[in-house]
């Protein structure tokens, strides 16, 4: 199979995590080292093995994660959700395994006065996981605000993106509760099915009511929009790669309102679809990849004390 897969060059992979003899991780690894192709993973939700070995997959370049089908409904679900999963991963760009990691770049724009951040959002998709890594890794740790993650992600995989964030860079991850208020350095990340939304007193809130918007609940534009009123230029909020528009008009909102907003670059991004809006709109006070986002948020808060 992976013969067949360095001859014919598919537009996408879809790949299971567990095979004998060669497990799909294994795979991943041997195509890296040549041209890599966009790889769609389909691994059970119900096994915490397969799952961190999935999430470890996604961190060296996997695009996407879907559920195993289990019964009758997922299988209707995993037809729902698969085509566009497809499109998205035909237009994701999968680094070769040796080439050199983005290193974190100067800002575009003039320096200017560090802020007493209150709280980092982050609006993420396809690619979402690996660039999040980045950027929370570049942070300090524990870092002295909390942060809220939408990623979009298929509902179920939430826990182990905690978990695997967690585990690699051993923080505070976990999945947001309501009604929870969340200490400087936790990170927490929405549910599946739910908007999540910072309140007025810095609590969370989960709505499984309104309906998803743009096609995703949770959406990052709702989060950032929850974001606007009254401490917005104590919030720095960054859109990353994925496809669609999600976050675009939420990061402008901010924007306008005095938060600081980034959007990652075209060249580190899986797809450049979410931050090229942002962008368009000019929503994004800073373009770059996720690590220089971390570096550039660090510079700031050494530029406050």
Excluded: N
């Excluded at 370049?61 to 997922?74: I, N, T």
């Excluded at 951040?117 to 002295?144: E, F, K, N, Q, Y």
């Excluded at 929850?226 to 990353?240: H, I, K, N, W, Y």
């Excluded at 994925?242 to 402008?252: N, P, S, Y």
């Amino acid at each position: 199979a992976v013969d067949l897969v360095e001859r014919l060059r598919p537009d996408v992979l879809l790949l299971d995590i567990v095979m004998p003899q060669l497990d799909g991780f294994g795979v991943l690894a041997r195509l890296r080292r040549g041209r890599p192709v966009p790889t769609i993973l389909l691994t059970s939700r119900a096994d915490r093995f397969e799952v961190r070995a999935a999430f470890q997959a996604l961190g060296s370049g996997a695009a996407e994660l879907l559920p195993k089908p289990e019964d009758p409904e997922s299988w209707r679900l995993l037809a729902e959700t698969l085509p566009a999963a497809i499109r998205a991963a035909s237009a994701a760009r999968i680094a070769p395994m040796s080439a050199a990691p983005a290193l974190p770049r100067p800002a575009p724009a003039p320096p200017r006065p560090g802020r007493d951040i209150a709280v980092l959002a982050i609006g993420a998709s396809t690619g979402g996981p690996a660039a999040v890594r980045d950027l929370l890794a570049a942070l300090p740790a524990p870092a002295p605000f909390p942060i809220l993650i939408v990623q979009h992600i298929a509902a179920g995989f939430e826990t182990g993106l905690a978990e695997w964030l967690a585990s690699t860079l051993g923080l505070d991850v976990r999945v947001a509760l309501a009604g929870e208020q969340p200490l400087p350095g936790a990170v927490r990340i929405a549910p599946g099915g739910a908007h999540l939304r910072r309140g007025p007193e810095g609590r969370l809130e989960l709505d499984r009511v309104t309906p998803a918007r743009r096609g995703h609940r949770p959406s990052a534009d709702e989060l950032f929009l929850s974001l606007e009123q009254g401490t917005a230029q104590r919030v720095v909020a960054v859109l990353l790669t994925g496809m669609g528009t999600d976050g675009a008009e939420g990061l402008r909102e901010l924007r306008r309102a005095g938060a600081l907003c980034f959007a990652q670059d075209e060249a580190s991004s899986a797809v450049f679809g979410m931050p090229r809006a942002a962008i368009e709109l000019g929503a994004a006070e800073l373009v770059l990849a996720p690590s220089a986002i971390g570096a550039e948020i660090a510079r700031r808060l050494r530029e406050a004390r």
